[in-house]
T-cell receptor, first 116, second 114 residues
């Protein structure tokens, strides 16, 4: 058990809809990362937060947004959904503080999004 | 910028065969290097890591040595089992500005047949 919790595990929705994915990081971790994994298995980095502040953006579409709340949980909002947004969405957390720039990431089990 | 290059898969091996999955990297500074494993239906989990040149990470029979001169971190296992079938990701982590930056390779799928 990584200590990272993602909900829901599965989500099926229609094109044009909006969904919210939720992540609770491992206790004590301040950094949260979101990744998208498509069927061809590659991991695409979406966005990173540290203690409530956005720190880095990857290939995140304008239709997608995220935030990290004061209690450190994070939400990824996906809107105007398209068929191509169907994928596994992973959240990961790490300490990432001070000298721990080399902390390993701890991943949740992901949310499988299916857009029909 | 930082990058990680892994050998393309899938890699198919018979049980008890020797495994090597190649990983090379490009990075500024002195990153740490990691191997993560993703079993079917699960998230990635840390397999092993090395934090400085010549360090060897090891876990569950897997090993990888941080080679700064060749910028490589190849994953090896002497005798694979069917249960090792998974996707393996090489990654590096370091500092960019004031935060941790992590870069993953594209993943290599390993299939071990009995």
């Amino acid at each position: 058990d990584s200590g990272v919790t993602q909900t829901p595990k599965h989500l099926i929705t229609a094109t044009g809809q909006r969904v919210t994915l939720r992540c609770s990081p491992r206790s004590g971790d301040l950094s949260v990362y979101w990744y998208q994994q498509s069927l061809d298995q590659g991991l695409q980095f979406l966005i990173q937060y540290y203690n409530g502040e956005e720190r880095a953006k990857g290939n995140i579409l304008e239709r997608f947004s995220a935030q990290q709340f004061p209690d450190l949980h994070s939400e990824l909002n996906l809107s105007s959904l398209e068929l191509g947004d169907s994928a596994l969405y992973f959240c990961a957390s790490s300490g990432g503080t001070g000298s721990s720039y080399n902390s390993p990431l701890h991943f949740g089990n992901g949310t499988r999004l299916t857009v029909t | 910028g930082d990058s990680v290059t892994q050998m393309e898969g899938p890699v198919t091996l018979s049980e008890e065969a020797f495994l090597t999955i190649n990983c090379t990297y490009t990075a500024t500074g002195y990153p740490s290097l990691f191997w993560y494993v993703q079993y079917p239906g699960e998230g990635l989990q840390l397999l092993l890591k090395a934090t400085k040149a010549d360090d060897k990470g090891s876990n569950k029979g897997f090993e990888a040595t941080y080679r700064k001169e060749t910028t490589s971190f190849h994953l090896e296992k002497g005798s694979v089992q069917v249960s090792d079938s998974a996707v393996y990701f090489c990654a590096l982590s370091g500092r960019l500005g004031g935060y941790q930056k992590v870069t993953f390779g594209t993943g290599t799928k390993l299939q071990v047949i009995p």
